[in-house]
């Protein structure tokens, strides 16, 4: 049976879709003299995180190649999708940039915007991707898959788990977990993971389905990691099953993400944005930023990051249908 279910508060909706619309003028942009001042890059997420502290380094390697300052502008709420929105009414000069998450390919579905993502940004460049995890607190009494389940089973409703936000992939996996085990869970969602991971380590929440920033909680001592969402274990955490290894079988949720200009932006100039920030992404800095997180780099070109844009647009569909979502009216 389909469910309609409200997820976002209605500040945080009209904070999102009622930003101004699409650029109206394309900018002429000499790409030759790009760029001849600083330039912005929007984040969704509190600083802190397991994409903002990558994305800093990576603005100060980019900062070097271009010449002029790259600076991060931190746009939190709205599940990280405030950029994306933000850069429907910016100049499509190449000084504003947005970090792109994979929820974004959702929106249609889930939000009333009157814009399409596969089609209404330019991508520049795909950077990398996140590693999902539940996680528990290290002094919780669930240590294993078979115990959070059977714990929800026992305590319907009673089993809070934090994401960084509405409708992101941990989110709509958690339900696609619940959906496969019969249980009942209750989402707690926060404006980033920090906020999110914070929260179940203070045990404010009894887990959270986060990406892999939980790494350096659980080589501390401070939190249990119960299961991965990929393919494979992580080489880090070989003892730690996959959800497939614990008997729940789901895609695993899509994690990239990347940069992206307005729809208008010049050729050119995106071109000089690709290769400054693929050039930066090379460097050591960000690889070694990424692996505190345990991410690596996944490089899309700016074709490639198009498509996949317009492929997961529609992929997301397929994946709401089956957990029975209906947006509400």
């Given at each position: 049976m389909k469910t309609t279910r409200r997820f976002l508060g209605a500040a945080a909706i009209a904070a999102l879709y009622t930003v101004g619309g699409p650029a109206a003028t394309a900018w002429a942009q000499d790409a030759?003299?790009?760029?001849?001042?600083?330039?912005?890059?929007?984040?969704g997420f509190p600083p802190g995180g397991s994409t903002d502290s990558p994305m800093r380094v990576l603005a100060e390697d980019a900062s070097k190649i271009l010449k002029q300052p790259v600076v991060i502008e931190n746009k939190p709420g709205a599940a990280g999708l405030m950029p994306?929105?933000?850069?429907?009414?910016?100049?499509?000069?190449?000084?504003?940039?947005?970090?792109?998450?994979?929820?974004?390919f959702r929106?249609?579905?889930t939000g009333t915007i009157n814009w399409n993502p596969a089609t209404d940004l330019r991508y520049v460049i795909g950077l990398t991707s996140f590693v999902y995890g539940i996680v528990v607190p290290a002094a919780s009494q669930i240590k294993t898959m078979d115990d959070y389940v059977a714990y929800a089973k026992a305590h319907p409703g009673e089993l809070t788990y934090a994401t960084p936000?509405?409708?992101?992939?941990?989110?709509?996996?958690?339900?696609?977990?619940?959906?496969?085990?019969?249980?009942?869970?209750?989402?707690?969602?926060?404006?980033?993971?920090?906020e999110s991971l914070q929260a179940v380590?203070?045990?404010?929440?009894?887990?959270?389905?986060?990406?892999?920033?939980?790494?350096?909680?659980?080589?501390?001592g401070k939190l249990r990691l119960l299961?991965?969402?990929?393919?494979?274990?992580?080489?880090?955490?070989?003892d730690v099953p996959t959800l497939k290894e614990a008997g729940i079988d789901i895609p695993p949720p899509s994690a990239a993400w990347g940069l992206a200009v307005p729809k208008n932006t010049p050729p050119a100039v995106v071109s000089k944005l690709h290769d400054a920030f693929k050039q930066a992404m090379e460097q050591p800095g960000f690889r070694n930023a990424l692996a505190q997180y345990y991410m690596e780099p996944a490089y899309m070109?700016?074709?490639?990051?198009q498509q996949f844009?317009?492929?997961?647009?529609?992929?997301?569909?397929?994946?709401?249908?089956?957990?029975?979502?209906?947006r509400e009216k």
């Open positions: 030759s003299n790009f760029p001849t001042r600083p330039i912005k890059i929007m984040l994306a929105q933000l850069l429907q009414g910016a100049q499509p000069d190449g000084y504003t940039v947005g970090v792109i998450p994979a929820n974004l929106l249609p579905y936000g509405a409708y992101l992939a941990q989110h709509l996996a958690m339900e696609q977990v619940a959906r496969i085990k019969n249980i009942k869970l209750s989402h707690v969602p926060y404006k980033g993971t920090s380590v203070g045990e404010h929440v009894m887990s959270a389905a986060e990406t892999s920033g939980w790494g350096p909680y659980v080589e501390s299961v991965t969402f990929g393919e494979k274990r992580m080489s880090r955490f070989p070109s700016s074709a490639r990051y844009a317009a492929e997961s647009t529609q992929r997301e569909k397929q994946m709401l249908d089956a957990i029975g979502f209906v």
